[in-house]
């Protein structure tokens, strides 16, 4: 402020910066209004901007988190879904075996119980061969091979063993991955005969092959039909496990979504804080600074329109 | 004795003076809106005639008027005191003046530029993790990384050309000549050389015709006040010579000039180096003006700290951009290749691509970013965000991304048909919150964010630095207004003065008149 002498330039230059300067701050709401944004400029606010910054790389990871979670809980559905199946498989071939140990079955009914349950077999290894969105789900980290190769009598597991150390992860937040997917042969087994000869025989497949050798065999070998029972009856419960795994999984997954969706709650809370505008805030500033300038223009167009010149005849 | 003729004299004598005051009036009003004009004021002096002369009427003083001289309303005090605010302000709205335009560069906030490719680089990521063996994803993978590559080059090269267009590039006078601070060095060399003219002029005028050169003090002083904007002169004002000294070398001496500065090309560190050199023989007085006048002040020393190598400096944030280009790029090679230069015999795991002949997993052989577009001229410690691209191997095959990591036995996977491994597709994903130590520990994403924060800070403080010094100048300039400015009511009430003053001259010339006519007619 100036205090004695008031010269025209002053007066002029008085005026225009203070109208600038009431612009420039009605210019900047205005701004603030329509990016409905209080951070525009990295001036703005540069203390909080490597916190907006990760605040929205987080949004974008805890999406991602989500797209993983989703595209692996609808695989893991599938799974488990296909492993109920394949367990109502296992309860047939496990009430056919019971069937199939009385000894007083004709020779026919013995090689109807067989034939169903070679088809029970093939269902069984079908199952383990599913393949959701262009992966097997059953062979690891091996996407692209069919879980079981079948060659006469063999059904050989082409799918990754746990020896391997190749896996499938998924990463569902920032210090997770998890291994969701289980690898086929824990669960259905194999039935093959290895290079020097000997027959190697696993879980439900190689079972379901014994008891159709035994079924096959002339007269059919009840002892082993027989023992096969408690065999199955294992066996059914081991696919169980596995179902329940994924069942269990699915429902982690689930817990950490809903852990992301708060997560994200938060991250947006953070990020809106920092960048977003008080949208009333904004306008009831607007409006003041409508009024200011208003004032302004017509208090100074009042003053320079005075002058001595005005009564000068 | 009175004599009636003089009261004649007088009159017309008054006349003349207010008709001059008018004219100042007339000037002081035609001036008002003049940049750096100063109110003038005649001052009108009381002459007595024949002083010594005693009688009977002695006591009546008869004398007229007269111009003492015309006044031109100066505070010197207030002028050095701009002069030398004037300096700290040229160097502040200069350094802001380049900091917005960093602070423009640097504007990510809505999610483009090098943040938003390297976000969208980290969820390609992500779904090559999912899908490793989906050509879609690999192919948005490699797509992605390009852009980042890209943008990394689109911004070094905006931030190199606008340090080129602030102070030139090291390599031909003519770009420096036609940078911001070649034209800033000819354009202070003219003014020094207005100066030493005015100085001339002003001294000639005031010996010869005994007149005060309003006009030209007037615009020498506006040189001094645009001048010191750009570089830190002390003003010594001697006689009606002022004297121009920066630091202790003299640039102006009376009427002749003494040096000037020279803008020589320099190196790709300081692409300028600025000299005061002799205006007669052309030798360095001060070899370079960036180690002599450290202070922060004038437009030159801004341009010369922003265009220099030192911190917060344009080179400072092509180097930091370089830095975490090059180890970025590093980083995701490091995970691409494990086992570089070559796998070893007998390495037991090992980055496996795809082979799409086969459709089996292979130790993988690419780099993903190279130095340049020639692989065999590799070197990841040439990577820069200059030259920072995607080998052009992966570009064409998607398929030479390593997604899958695990055993091998005599450079072969052990399990060649486990394509669904995404160890190392997950290791590119992670490697998002992985520190790396050449970064000071932080994520290659969150250097990034600190350089950027970095950029707004100092655009920040530069810019409340700024109003606080462009306040306390405006100050300055408002007092020196409010002293030497011309106020329109004050003019018309000289004005009036004069006019009613001239009138009443003119009725004692009539009244005088009139005595005549009667002395005239006594004899009759």
């Given at each position: 402020m100036v205090s004695g002498r008031i010269t025209n330039q002053y007066l002029n230059q008085a005026i225009i910066n203070n109208t600038m300067k009431n612009q420039e701050k009605f210019v900047n709401l205005n701004f603030q209004n329509s990016t409905q944004k209080k951070v525009n400029n990295l001036s703005d606010d540069p203390i909080s901007l490597p916190d907006l910054f990760s605040a929205k790389n987080n949004l974008e990871r805890i999406k991602n988190y989500n797209t993983n979670i989703d595209l692996n809980i609808a695989e893991m559905s599938t799974a488990e879904n296909t492993l109920d199946l394949a367990n109502k498989d296992l309860q047939r071939v496990f009430a056919l075996t019971t069937q199939a140990s009385n000894e007083l079955n004709t020779k026919d009914e013995t090689t109807a119980i067989a034939n169903e349950i070679s088809s029970l077999l093939s269902h069984i290894v079908n199952l383990a061969n599913t393949n959701y969105d262009g992966k097997y789900i059953f062979s690891g980290a091996n996407i692209n091979t069919p879980a079981y190769s079948i060659a006469g009598n063999d059904y050989t597991y082409k799918g990754t063993k746990d020896a391997d150390g190749y896996k499938v992860q998924v990463q569902v937040n920032d210090n997770s991955t998890m291994t969701l997917g289980q690898n086929g042969d824990n669960i259905f087994g194999e039935y093959y005969v290895d290079g020097g000869g000997t027959q190697v025989s696993t879980g439900p497949i190689g079972h379901i092959n014994e008891?159709?050798?035994?079924?096959?065999?002339?007269?059919?070998?009840?002892?082993?039909?027989?023992?096969?029972?408690?065999?199955?009856?294992?066996?059914?419960?081991?696919?169980?496990?596995?179902?329940?795994?994924?069942?269990?999984?699915?429902?982690?997954?689930?817990?950490?979504?809903?852990?992301?969706?708060?997560?994200?709650?938060?991250?947006?809370?953070?990020?809106?804080?920092?960048?977003?505008?008080?949208?009333?805030?904004?306008?009831?500033?607007?409006k003041q600074q409508e009024y200011a300038l208003q004032a302004s223009l017509q208090s100074s167009t009042k003053m320079i329109q005075n002058s001595l010149l005005n009564f000068m005849q | 004795m009175v004599n009636i003729m003089q009261s004649l004299y007088t009159a017309q004598d008054a006349m003349r003076i207010n008709q001059a005051g008018m004219s100042v009036v007339?000037?002081?009003?035609?001036?008002?809106?003049?940049?750096?004009?100063?109110?003038?004021?005649?001052?009108?002096?009381?002459?007595?005639?024949?002083?010594?002369?005693?009688?009977?009427?002695?006591?009546?003083?008869?004398?007229?008027?007269?111009?003492a001289k015309v006044t031109r309303y100066q505070?010197?005090?207030?002028?050095?005191?701009?002069?030398?605010?004037?300096?700290?302000?040229?160097?502040?709205?200069?350094?802001?003046?380049?900091?917005?335009?960093?602070?423009?560069?640097?504007?990510?906030?809505?999610?483009?530029?090098?943040?938003?490719?390297?976000?969208?680089?980290?969820?390609?990521?992500?779904?090559?993790?999912?899908?490793?063996?989906?050509?879609?994803?690999?192919?948005?993978?490699?797509?992605?990384?390009?852009?980042v590559a890209s943008e990394f080059n689109v911004k070094y090269n905006q931030l190199a050309d606008y340090r080129t267009s602030l102070v030139g590039d090291a390599t031909t006078s003519n770009i420096l000549n036609n940078s911001q601070i070649g034209k800033l060095t000819q354009e202070i060399n003219n003014k020094l050389e207005q100066i030493t003219e005015l100085n001339d002029k002003i001294a000639v005028s005031a010996t010869q015709n005994g007149v005060q050169p309003n006009s030209l003090l007037d615009k020498r002083q506006v040189l001094l006040e645009s001048l010191s904007k750009q570089i830190p002169v002390t003003v010594r004002v001697e006689g009606s010579f002022v004297n121009l000294y920066i630091g202790n070398v003299q640039l102006v001496e009376n009427g002749k000039q003494l040096a000037q500065l020279k803008a020589t090309v320099g190196d790709s560190d300081n692409p300028v180096i600025i000299s005061v050199v002799d205006k007669a023989t052309g030798n360095d007085v001060v070899a370079d003006y960036k180690v002599n006048f450290p202070q922060d002040q004038g437009e030159l020393k801004a341009l010369l700290d922003a265009g220099g190598n030192g911190p917060d400096s344009i080179l400072d944030f092509i180097k930091q951009l370089n830095t975490v280009a090059q180890n970025f790029a590093v980083s995701v090679n490091n995970i691409q290749l494990k086992q570089l230069p070559a796998l070893p015999a007998a390495a037991t795991e090992a980055s496996l691509k795809i082979d799409i002949a086969t459709n089996k997993l292979t130790p993988a052989t690419e780099n993903i970013f190279l130095n340049d577009p020639n692989s065999a001229l590799y070197?990841?410690?040439?990577?820069?965000?200059?030259?920072?691209?995607?080998?052009?191997?992966?570009?064409?095959?998607?398929?030479?991304?390593?997604?899958?990591?695990?055993?091998?036995?005599?450079?072969?996977?052990?399990?060649?048909?486990?394509?669904?491994?995404?160890?190392?597709?997950?290791a590119f994903q992670q490697m998002r919150d992985?520190?790396?130590?050449?970064?000071?520990?932080?994520?290659?994403?969150?250097?990034?964010?600190?350089?950027?924060?970095?950029?707004?800070?100092?655009?920040?403080?530069?810019?409340?630095?700024?109003?606080?010094?462009?306040?306390?100048?405006?100050?300055?300039?408002?007092?020196k207004q409010s002293s030497v400015g011309v106020n329109?009511?004050?003019?018309?009430?000289?004005?009036?003065?004069?006019?009613?003053?001239?009138?009443?001259?003119?009725?004692?010339?009539?009244?005088?008149?009139?005595?005549?006519?009667?002395?005239?007619?006594?004899?009759?």
């Open positions: 008891l159709l050798n035994d079924l096959k065999s002339t007269p059919p070998n009840f002892v082993n039909i027989r023992a096969k029972i408690d065999v199955f009856k294992k066996d059914s419960e081991n696919v169980t496990y596995s179902r329940a795994q994924y069942g269990t999984n699915i429902d982690i997954l689930e817990k950490i979504k809903s852990q992301l969706a708060q997560d994200k709650i938060s991250t947006e809370t953070r990020r809106s804080n920092i960048e977003d505008a008080d949208l009333i805030e904004t306008a009831s500033l607007i | 007339s000037n002081n009003i035609a001036n008002m809106n003049t940049e750096g004009y100063s109110k003038q004021r005649l001052d009108s002096e009381s002459v007595a005639f024949n002083a010594g002369s005693v009688n009977a009427m002695a006591q009546i003083q008869s004398g007229t008027v007269g111009i505070d010197e005090f207030l002028n050095s005191f701009i002069v030398q605010e004037n300096s700290t302000l040229g160097y502040d709205s200069k350094s802001t003046e380049v900091l917005n335009a960093l602070d423009g560069y640097f504007n990510e906030i809505n999610g483009s530029g090098i943040t938003g490719s390297l976000k969208d680089y980290f969820t390609a990521t992500q779904q090559l993790a999912l899908d490793p063996t989906s050509k879609v994803a690999r192919a948005n993978f490699i797509s992605q990384a390009t852009s070197n990841p410690l040439s990577i820069t965000a200059a030259n920072i691209v995607v080998n052009k191997a992966v570009k064409d095959n998607p398929f030479e991304v390593a997604t899958a990591y695990g055993p091998v036995a005599a450079g072969v996977a052990t399990n060649p048909d486990a394509l669904g491994n995404n160890n190392n597709a997950l992985t520190p790396i130590v050449a970064l000071g520990n932080l994520t290659a994403e969150n250097y990034y964010y600190s350089t950027i924060a970095s950029v707004g800070n100092n655009a920040s403080l530069s810019k409340s630095k700024l109003d606080a010094q462009q306040a306390s100048v405006q100050q300055l300039l408002d007092k329109l009511d004050e003019e018309l009430v000289d004005l009036m003065k004069y006019q009613k003053a001239y009138q009443a001259s003119a009725q004692v010339f009539n009244a005088v008149n009139q005595m005549m006519s009667v002395i005239m007619n006594m004899g009759k």
